[in-house]
């Protein structure tokens, strides 16, 4: 008598994504008895006798139990088939839960020993502004009021360049991702070149016409100060083109997730200017010319050191070369939007210290020891962008690319962000709320500081999350959407703040400004990232997810 077997094995797909279930409970559906099985594609032979098989009879016998096992191993294999297969073909890889999970710690683990250091890095020269700050404070507050428009000069003035630093950050860690030591060396000589070049000409600018940017800056109503800032920014200026080669080979190392060699120069360079404070200002009596030697020879020595941690890791630092005009035009493409974002960032920041002059010696003495104390603590935040530029290109454009891994870091960031944001707000306000004698024992001075502390705190919490924001739009290369993002706040901020500070509202206009301003960034960042053609839900970036499971 011959059998008939129709013995198609139900296979019933409850969730298509074969990565969020097991591979068991893919194929079985032990709970649910399945539907009747359709028509049988193939037959032995004429049919006379049927014996169907299911899976719930598949209970009933040791046998039957025995070739459930046997399937359930079959299913299991052909899992491990597809991981392999997806592993090779370099596209959608699939992982088990305890591989995915060590993964993930691993990750997490590599992005704190980097984001520890960054955070270090970033501290240093806020923190080397805030000794000049509590040092001069104390000597003098006509001192103190000179060190506003001289520090806008020097460093206000040197975060245009920030572009130079971002798109070294940028190139080197792409190239980096790619295993190309030639590219990352090549990157590196053009960029020191670059930045020598433009350091050199801020040099020349500065001893032409500082004196003269000085007056045009702080106004008819300030001009006994005039003589003590150009003292300070004339030294100062001394270390122009070392200040953009540390920011050369600094990008360049955090590029190669190297945050450590950057630390240990900046951290020499940081106790040197406190050294120097002391010495010159306290103990010799130089006042804000002793400051401004100190932080030029520390500038200086970091620069040198900066270079030779380069060196130990192989790239010839002192190779500088001259960018064809197709490299440069490459650098000017990625720079020049940059160049917009922080140029409209910078031109904010100064005109917060311009209204604050306008209202007399001692509110801007005043909004110099906030300032101070706001950037100190938001450079606590810039790890958070380094972080997304020295990782994402990695999982986006390197050999181990993995979109879902890019997502995961950006949700990482941004919930180090919030938590870092409420943390600095606390403390930061803190500081000049509880223990403002650091800075100056000036009632009047301490009087104008503690007026702008509400908008100080809202405008300290949002700048860590909006800093993971930018890192990972930079990192995408959505330069074109920052720059006109920034500009759109910029010009808006502008308008508003010229507007209210007319009216006579005083400093605390000044600072609702900058609060309006940074949650400003925060929204249009959140907005574009959120958006369908964003990280978080671009088809494009699924698409390369799923491009390789056709062939399973």
């Not at 032990?30 to 899976?55: D, E, G, M, Q, V």
């Not at 350091?199 to 045009?216: D, E, I, K, N, V």
Request: hydrophobic fraction near 45%; charge should be positive.
């Amino acid at each position: 008598m011959m059998i008939h077997l129709r013995t198609p094995f139900l296979i019933q797909f409850q969730n298509p994504n074969p990565r969020l279930i097991s591979p068991i409970s893919t194929f079985f559906d032990l709970k649910t008895p399945p539907p009747p099985p359709p028509p049988p594609p193939y037959s032995f032979a004429p049919n006379t006798t049927t014996t169907t098989l299911s899976i719930p009879s598949l209970r009933s016998s040791s046998g039957q139990r025995r070739c459930f096992v046997h399937c359930c191993a079959a299913a299991a294999a052909a899992d491990d088939d597809r991981r392999n297969s997806g592993e090779d073909g370099g596209g959608c890889t699939e992982t088990d839960s305890d591989s995915g999970s060590e993964g993930l710690w691993g990750e997490i683990k590599e992005i704190v020993m980097f984001s520890g250091p960054a955070t270090g890095i970033w501290v240093c020269a806020p923190l080397m502004r805030v000794i000049d700050t509590a040092v001069i404070g104390h000597g003098s507050s006509l001192e103190l009021a000179a060190l506003g428009p001289g520090t806008v000069l020097c460093d206000n003035l040197s975060n245009v360049f920030l572009f130079l630093s971002i798109a070294t950050s940028n190139m080197v860690a792409t190239a980096y991702a790619k295993r190309d030591k030639n590219e990352v060396q090549h990157h590196i000589s053009i960029l020191l070149f670059v930045g020598l070049t433009c350091g050199s000409l801020m040099l020349l600018f500065t001893r032409l016409f500082g004196s003269w940017a000085l007056t045009a800056f702080t106004g008819a109503k300030n001009l006994h100060i005039i003589p003590v800032a150009n003292t300070y920014v004339q030294i100062r200026s001394l270390a122009w083109p070392a200040v953009l080669v540390v920011w050369v080979a600094q990008s360049a190392s955090l590029g190669m997730k190297d945050s450590w060699g950057p630390l240990k120069a900046l951290a020499v360079a940081t106790v040197l200017n406190a050294i120097g404070d002391i010495l010159l200002c306290r103990v010799l009596g130089y006042g804000i010319a002793g400051a401004a030697w100190a932080t030029m020879v520390s500038q200086v020595v970091a620069g040198y050191m900066m270079l030779q941690n380069l060196k130990k890791k192989g790239y010839n630092a002192f190779a500088i070369s001259i960018p064809s005009p197709k490299e440069l035009l490459d650098v000017l493409g990625l720079a020049a939007p940059m160049f917009v974002t922080v140029m409209a960032k910078v031109s904010f920041y100064i005109l917060l210290v311009y209204c604050a002059a306008s209202m007399g010696t001692y509110t801007m003495a005043a909004h110099q020891v906030m300032i101070q104390t706001f950037l100190t603590c938001t450079v606590w935040g810039e790890p958070l962008s380094q972080t997304a530029q020295s990782f994402m290109p990695e999982f986006l454009y390197g050999v181990k690319r993995d979109l879902h891994k890019a997502r995961m870091l950006l949700k990482l960031l941004v919930t180090m962000g919030v938590v870092l944001g409420l943390g600095l707000g606390i403390i930061g306000t803190s500081i000049p709320w509880l223990f403002p004698n650091i800075f100056t024992p000036d009632p009047m001075v301490i009087q104008e500081m503690h007026k702008v502390l509400i908008p100080y705190f809202f405008a300290l919490a949002v700048t860590p999350t909006t800093h993971s924001f930018q890192g990972t739009l930079l990192a995408l290369r959505e330069v074109n959407f920052l720059g006109l993002s920034m500009s759109g706040c910029f010009i808006l901020g502008a308008i508003l703040l010229m507007f209210f500070s007319s009216q006579g509202f005083g400093l605390p206009v000044c600072w609702y400004g900058l609060c309006g301003f940074q949650w400003a960034r925060f929204f249009l960042g959140l907005q574009r990232l959120l958006s369908p053609n964003g990280i978080l839900f671009s088809e494009d970036f699924s698409r390369y997810k799923v491009e390789n499971l056709k062939a399973v």
